[in-house]
């Protein structure tokens, strides 16, 4: 029933019986590091890590906490360097943080004194994005993210969910083909955590982005991904990876009350050594 | 309503205190028989306000115009100092150190210098109201500036904000309540500063009015100068807790 394997997501397309001989190139993968290594001084923070996230898939980061997620997303978003191995996206090597790429951190990064509406637009306003299209793209997400009653309001006026809904609305705001969500919902309640996870399904089936998603979730994980890679700490590296043959579209009711979908978090809940 | 009526009850209590102390002041000296040199009655004080106004509100806009500026200069140096120190590796190795053990030279040690360099007149004054509100302005402004939450530092860096940007959209709110703190402790620092310098030797101003005073025996006028600095500092300190409340965010956590 779990694939260890990776999917096996078409990258070329054969349009033989079409008469063209052709063959689409292969989209180099969105986000790929191969024999990635990370120390902090002595400490090996990430050994030998390898594993790519294929154009529109949606894939979680489970690990357990110090293993070294944070730091995986942090290279992967150019704001660390590493030692040796390689990251990549779309085929070119990280150095710097990118346009195309979103950033959702652990902590939301709301500004206390600007309104939600200005929180949300920040990024845009950094990048230089029109005033019009800016404008365009808040209203939006606002709308998206059912925030626009509170645009006006500010940080500390919200509660959790809506704050870490306005964080995604951060990310969001400049359209990133890529997305990297470390633990976006770690601080919240099982309740507000479980309908976010509805809003960010709905969100990511809408826009299909490149989804890298860090959480210790394992509900969470399962309901939400193609693909599941496990970590381990000391040092932290890849052990497992899970298909998440679960089919799409998903949605709240239905998904979760799959015996799939069951089984799936009982055998990821094993490899992490929670279940029994 | 309980909280107007408690309130009302809170104020009533402070002007009974007040009236109370200034009338046991007036009659407690006449009573007692207190020499009106030693302590004049609350009255006479009055009366020797009134009678020499125009000198008091010449002499008070002199001193004011000293703390101000020095208070003005201790802001803009500090500030930089501040911004200098937060930004670059080597001023903070140097500079900071010197700045620290600065700090606790005690200021009003530096007053005779002062008017060696300075002279005796307005600029000397000017220098010791800016040495006294200096430091908590640099103090404050590096606090603030290294407070800044890293998460959000972070934040801005995925975002490839430039400097600047960085620099007046998230440092600058940032550092502003640590700011205002030290401008809040600067203020009537620098009014002491002012009224030293004038004590040690000067040609106007409240502090010079107060040397007058004394010299002459007219110890009316020197509480009435007294009074008339402490109102000037209240007055003062009320404008930054005016400023104050348009940085609301202090404190603020999300
Ligand atoms: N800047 C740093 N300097 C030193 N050690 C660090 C630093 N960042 C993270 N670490 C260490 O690396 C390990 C992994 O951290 P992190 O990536 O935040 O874990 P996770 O996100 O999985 O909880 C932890 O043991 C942490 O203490
Ligand atoms: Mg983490």
């Given at each position: 029933m779990v694939s260890t394997a990776s999917a096996a997501a078409p990258q070329s397309v054969n349009v033989a019986d079409m008469g063209l001989k052709m063959t689409a190139e292969p989209a180099a993968n969105h986000i790929e590091a191969r024999g990635l290594n990370k120390t902090f001084g002595s400490f090996?923070?990430?050994?030998d890590i390898d594993f790519e996230i294929r154009n529109q898939e949606f894939v979680s980061v489970l690990g357990?906490?110090?293993?070294g997620k944070s730091t995986l997303l942090r290279i992967v978003a150019g704001l660390i360097p590493y030692e040796s191995g390689s990251a990549t996206i779309k085929g070119e090597a990280v150095r710097a943080p990118r346009p195309d790429v979103g950033v959702v951190f652990q902590t939301n990064n709301m500004?206390?004194?600007?309104t939600v509406r200005r929180n949300v637009e920040l990024g845009a306003r950094i990048r230089n994005m029109p005033a019009g299209a800016r404008d365009a793209a808040v209203d939006k997400i606002l709308d998206v993210l059912s925030l626009t009653k509170f645009a006006?309001?500010?940080?500390?006026?919200?509660?959790g969910g809506m704050r870490q809904r306005a964080s995604i609305g951060q990310a969001l705001v400049l359209d990133p083909q890529i997305l990297l969500m470390d633990e976006?919902?770690?601080?919240?309640?099982a309740l507000t955590r479980d309908k976010l996870n509805v809003e960010l399904l709905r969100i990511w089936q809408e826009s299909r982005k490149t989804v890298m998603l860090i959480t210790h979730s394992i509900a969470e994980a399962v309901f939400l991904s193609d693909r599941v890679l496990v970590m381990a700490d000391r040092?932290?590296?890849?052990?497992e990876e899970v298909t998440i043959d679960l089919p799409r579209?998903?949605?709240?009711a239905t998904t979760r009350a799959m015996p799939k979908f069951g089984e799936y978090v009982a055998y990821l809940g094993k490899v992490m050594g929670v279940a029994n | 309503m309980p909280g107007v009526s408690s309130r009302l009850a809170a104020y009533s209590q402070v002007v009974l205190f007040f009236g109370a102390f200034l009338l046991f002041w007036e009659y407690g000296v006449r009573y007692f028989e207190v020499k009106s040199y030693i302590l004049p009655p609350i009255s006479a004080i009055a009366v020797a306000v009134w009678e020499a106004r125009s000198e008091i509100f010449e002499n008070s806009m002199y001193t004011l115009a000293e703390v101000l500026i020095g208070f003005g200069a201790a802001v803009v140096v500090g500030v930089m100092l501040g911004m200098v120190v937060y930004v670059s590796p080597f001023a903070q190795r140097t500079i900071y150190p010197l700045v620290t053990a600065l700090?606790?030279?005690?200021?009003?040690?530096l007053a005779p210098l002062m008017i060696v360099w300075f002279?005796?007149?307005?600029i000397s004054k000017v220098a010791m109201a800016f040495l006294f509100a200096f430091f908590p302005i640099v103090v404050a402004t590096l606090g603030g500036f290294a407070g800044t939450a890293k998460n959000l530092e972070e934040h801005f860096r995925a975002l490839n904000a430039g400097p600047w940007r960085t620099f007046t959209t998230l440092r600058l709110p940032s550092a502003l309540p640590s700011f205002i703190d030290g401008c809040r402790v600067a203020m009537p620092l620098a009014m002491i500063g002012a009224i030293i310098g004038e004590l040690v030797g000067?040609?106007?101003g409240l502090g010079n009015l107060i040397m007058l005073g004394t010299a002459s025996t007219r110890t009316d006028l020197v509480f009435g100068c007294i009074i008339v600095i402490t109102l000037i500092s209240l007055a003062l300190y009320a404008l930054i807790e005016f400023a104050a409340k348009s940085v609301w965010w202090r404190g603020i956590q999300v």
């Open positions: 090996k923070a990430l050994e357990p906490s110090g293993c500004l206390p004194w600007l006006d309001a500010h940080p500390h006026q919200l509660s976006p919902f770690g601080a919240l309640d040092p932290g590296k890849i052990v579209p998903r949605n709240a | 700090q606790t030279t005690p200021k009003s040690a002279g005796y007149g307005f000067s040609e106007r």
